[in-house]
């Protein structure tokens, strides 16, 4: 089962913007649900952001609403989080995953998802 691959990660000030980006091989395209969690240290895992195609609808965390957004673009097969207003707890390693779901949930939690990026850090420096 062919993983994820995600770009995008990298250091920006507070208050900057990032684009993560996640590229969905050809099987995993099928899938129906796409979401964006994050990972700080001694944290657990915590879904940021969620995306049902079939539907359209999202989810976000709270400390993320206003200032992320996830998105598709099915032409390139790729998904993306468009993170603004960056702050210094925004800084995390970074996963992209997907999986089916059905046609009315926008699933947040990690069990949910079979399909996994390789991560990718980014950190927000004050």
């Known amino acids: 089962q062919a993983p994820l691959v995600q770009s995008g990660g990298d250091s920006v000030q507070a208050g900057g913007s990032l684009r993560l980006s996640c590229e969905i091989p050809m099987v995993t395209a099928r899938r129906k649900c796409m979401a964006w969690f994050r990972q700080a240290p001694g944290k657990e895992r915590e879904g940021v952001a969620s995306?049902?195609?079939?539907?359209?609808?999202?989810e976000y965390t709270d400390s993320v609403k206003g200032r992320f957004t996830i998105s598709r673009d099915n032409t390139k097969d790729m998904f993306y989080l468009q993170m603004n207003s960056l702050k210094p707890e925004d800084s995390a390693m970074y996963y992209c995953?997907?999986?089916?779901?059905?046609?009315?949930?926008?699933?947040?939690?990690?069990?949910?998802?079979?399909?996994w990026g390789q991560g990718t850090q980014v950190t927000v420096y004050s």
């Open positions: 995953a997907a999986d089916w779901c059905k046609d009315d949930v926008v699933p947040m939690q990690e069990d949910a998802f079979g399909f």
């Open positions: 995306l049902n195609t079939r539907s359209g609808a999202t």
